[in-house]
């Protein structure tokens, strides 16, 4: 397997790009799945995936939120040889109430773990927590540049995932053995609040921060204010909601079961990030 390249799509995005260090750390050949790449990829036009996929024998697919396209892209790369593909699904896949009627990215997610299942490729799917990178690398990150995370998030908590932690499952599945038809759920050590990360924050970066707590419609009216639309603005609200409801507290061992470790906490994470929130 490692005498061909490793397709990587979403190789720029926060576990992607991790994955893609990862495997070229260890000298073995990746093909990074973009639109600007060697062959060009895109999601949204399948006249690039079999070029993509040519030669390529393990994916680590990260999906595009809001489109079937994990079925028909598997079904090809399964027709052009592919031998292994490591799904990046999300938590809450199997859980009745997860995912509100709003949020796109929940139908992606079951019709693709559906799909590689179905594929007869061998398949490992993993279920992050929330990412610890959405506070330094994603959307949380300007509201805490400015001072204050404004979430309707409510007092609950989550165990959120370091995608360092990801991405080392990710490339132990792509590369290893005994990691077909598994399902790893991966979260951190321990959940916060968004109080205590906030306040985990604060620490490492020497700001005073703060959460503040909204209600889904005082989130949609402020995002709405700013120039989102409603449904962008009920999406972003909706993929909050599993936090408010306690649905996100949960402590997985995933990452133990795949790495024989414990996840990395919140606070090594935070210090690690310190300079993002300088900035």
Known sequence: MTKHPILVTGGTGKSGSRVVSLLRARGLPVRVASRSG???FDWL???????ALDGVTAVYLVPIDGELLTRPFVERAAELGVERVVLLSGRGVDVPGYSGEANIAGATHVDGESAVRDSGIAWTILRPAWFAQNFSEGIFLDALRAGELRLP???GAASFVDAEDIAEVAVAALTGDGHS???YELSGPRALTLTEAVAEISTASGRDLRYVPLS???FVAELTAQGWTDAEAEDYAEAVGPIRRGMDSHVSDGVRQALGRDPRDFTAYARASAEAWRA
């Open 216 to 218: 889904h419609a005082e």
């Open 153 to 155: 998030a409510g007092d």
């Open 181 to 183: 038809g598994r399902t």
């Open 38 to 40: 060697e062959p060009p």
């Open 45 to 51: 036009d399948r006249a690039t995936w079999a070029p």
